[in-house]
């Protein structure tokens, strides 16, 4: 069973920064894939950025949706534990609460497709 933790988000002003991470507890799969999503008011939840790796290969890829890219990073720890994404240029549109999620297998962008879920990080953006 695979538990997950987001922490960081908060406040900010259009044009700043923050740092969201997500922390898995429990075995991950031989060919893994978290992702980031935000579910702003009254909007579905979106797909973000995600990325995969694999005991396999040596390729630690990373998606992004066109909204961010550019503008945010997903980065992964060494022990393969931690999920983190960098969000700069942050605007008032960026504003959700933002969800952590894995899977196995390759990257999607399909939510339906994640096993896995935190409880959600919020993120406010102000103008």
């Known amino acids: 069973q695979v538990q997950l933790r987001e922490s960081g988000g908060g406040s900010t002003q259009a044009g700043g920064s923050l740092r969201l991470s997500c922390t898995a507890s429990g075995s991950l799969f031989s060919s893994t894939t978290m992702g980031w999503f935000r579910q702003a008011p009254g909007k579905e939840r979106e797909f973000v950025g995600s990325?995969?790796?694999?005991?396999?290969?040596?390729?630690?890829?990373?998606s992004y949706a066109d909204s961010v890219k550019g503008r945010f990073t997903i980065s992964r720890d060494q022990a393969k534990t931690t999920m983190n994404l960098q969000m700069n240029s942050l605007r008032p549109d960026d504003t959700a609460v933002y969800y952590c999620a894995a899977r196995a297998g390759e990257s999607t962008a399909n939510k339906g497709l994640y096993a896995y879920w935190g409880r959600g990080t919020q993120v406010t953006v102000s103008s």
């Open positions: 990325i995969y790796w694999s005991e396999f290969t040596s390729s630690v890829i990373p």
